[in-house]
């Protein structure tokens, strides 16, 4: 197994300075096993200075998304403790590069599940449902880079904030979806983009956590975008989404 504790490290340090570095496939030849193996490594140094495990995002969540990607399936990344923004709390741009804002839906599992599991499988092990918001950012000096690029960087995940819990047993098929910066409307979607249902999601993610030797436990958050695209946060922004049928949930931008 190829070493990559100097890219880990790199990607640690831009992370936790908000600085920028070149896309590590500019100079290395990755495979999605070595980004995935970067992606381990960098998060486990978030861990050892006490930053602990909060769950998984998922990205690349619809065909259109995977394709643009060069990506045959979703990829995922790690959320962590320090990711967090409180609800109706302050997210403060200093912490990122280039931040963007994405409507979620939010599932907290109560039970551990495998990749082969059917839809209402899934949904048993399923302990609570939450609207939620991601917060996108990438650690590399350019908006142009690699998939492996992007899941050495931990698929971009940054941060996340979650609305209230609702029912697990709440039908999140085809939910209409609202992104509202400062009172005005952004981006209107629908839950029926994320591969025409969540749940379709959540399983593709397990089966990819399970190829890199990771699973979902109980208490996992496991974050799904993609029901409308990302949009850009300025300083001074309020930002609220509201998903039909699971409510709203709301940050504002500080400098």
Request: one cysteine or more; aromatic letters at 6%.
């Amino acid at each position: 197994m190829k070493n990559w504790s100097e890219f880990a490290q790199m990607l640690d340090e831009a992370t936790g300075n908000a600085s920028a570095i070149a896309p590590l496939a500019a100079t290395v030849s990755l495979t999605v096993e070595d980004a995935y193996a970067i992606q381990t490594a960098s998060i486990a140094r978030r861990h050892a200075r006490g930053d602990t495990r909060e769950g998984v995002k998922a990205t690349l969540t619809s065909r259109a998304a995977m394709r643009h990607a060069g990506s045959p399936e979703i990829i995922f990344g790690w959320l962590t403790e320090a990711m967090r923004v409180a609800e109706d709390g302050d997210l403060s741009l200093s912490r990122y590069l280039r931040p963007q804002v994405q409507p979620s839906v939010a599932y907290i599992m109560g039970q551990p599940l495998k990749g082969g599991a059917s839809a209402a499988e899934a949904s048993a092990a399923i302990a609570a449902i939450a609207p939620a918001l991601e917060i996108v950012d990438s650690r590399y000096d350019t908006a142009e880079y690699s998939l492996r690029d992007m899941i050495a960087d931990n698929a971009c995940a940054a941060g996340f904030i979650l609305g209230g819990f609702c029912q697990s047993s709440t039908n999140i098929e085809n939910l209409g979806v609202l992104l509202d910066i400062n009172g005005r409307t952004v981006q209107i979607g629908s839950t029926g983009a994320i591969l025409g249902n969540p749940v379709r999601a959540l399983l593709a993610t397990v089966r990819v956590l399970e190829r890199t030797g990771a699973s979902l436990q109980p208490g996992d958050i496991v974050l799904i975008s993609g029901a409308t695209p990302a949009h850009p946060l300025m300083p001074g922004d309020y930002v609220c989404a509201t998903t039909e049928a699971l409510g709203r949930v709301a940050f504002h931008v500080t400098p």
